[in-house]
């Protein structure tokens, strides 16, 4: 079965500056990854996601990720974080198994001080 | 358009109530999810509906009873609960081709305090 390691369960970062939210996956073939981000009470929006093809994702809010086969890795990085970014961030894996399940993480929280 | 639509946004309701959770969405997609999410914690998967059908059911009580009337809704009624019931309940679709992973497009939830 696949899982997800989210390692930092909060980062706080000043505003403006460079922020990376690091993700690891396990799972024996192709996983489809996913970054969500949760404002407090509200419903999960995607960021972006990697099925195949070019390793470098863009997404929406100026993120991106890098998917990295021999790390198994998808990081999240963002050049310069605003204070709207603070939210808490899930990074999921998807597996073919016949069912369209995902397996999250278990978020990182994103603080921004001025 | 990936908007999924919930009603009510904040639900109170007594352990002998019984009340239901509705989520809608009209981009077509014939898989539909109902999630769980305690503070501070991810959504768990409660049940999956693929072309109206159940497809998953993960081990959830049966005071959580979910039915698909039709393609764009999908509704959860709860009766019965108990205070560690109270969470944030998230609706998701997604295209619902079958046999390959989606994107999930989520609902802003209900937030559900059982008192």
């Known amino acids: 079965a696949q899982s997800v390691t989210q390692p930092d369960i909060h980062i706080t970062v000043s505003e403006g500056a460079s922020l990376e939210l690091r993700c690891n996956y396990s799972?024996?073939?192709?996983?489809?990854l996913f970054w969500y981000v949760q404002s407090p009470g509200q419903g999960l929006q995607l960021l972006l996601k990697y099925f195949s093809g070019d390793t470098l994702v863009q997404g929406i809010k100026g993120f991106e990720a890098e998917f990295k086969r021999s790390q198994s890795s998808f990081n999240l990085r963002k050049p310069s974080v605003h204070w709207s970014d603070a939210a808490e961030y899930f990074c999921a894996v998807g597996a073919n198994f016949g069912n369209e399940k995902l397996t999250f993480g278990t978020g990182t929280r994103l603080t921004i001080i001025p | 358009d990936t908007e999924v639509t919930q009603t009510p946004k904040h639900l109170v309701m007594g352990m002998t109530n019984k009340k239901s959770l509705k989520c809608e969405q009209h981009?077509?997609?014939?898989?539909m999810y109902w999630y769980k999410q305690k503070a501070k914690k991810p959504p768990e998967l409660m049940f999956v509906?693929?072309?109206?059908?159940?497809?998953i059911n993960e081990s959830v009580p049966s005071r959580f009873s979910p039915e698909c009337p039709n393609s764009s809704l999908l509704n959860l009624h709860l009766h019965a609960l108990q205070p560690e019931d109270s969470a944030l309940y998230l609706c998701?679709?997604?295209?619902?081709?079958?046999?390959?992973?989606?994107?999930?497009?989520f609902g802003p939830g209900t937030r559900l305090l059982v008192l």
């Open positions: 799972y024996g073939a192709t996983p489809y």
């Open positions: 998701a679709s997604s295209q619902g081709w079958g046999g390959e992973v989606e994107t999930q497009y």
């Open positions: 509906y693929s072309y109206e059908k159940l497809s």
């Open positions: 981009m077509g997609h014939r898989a």
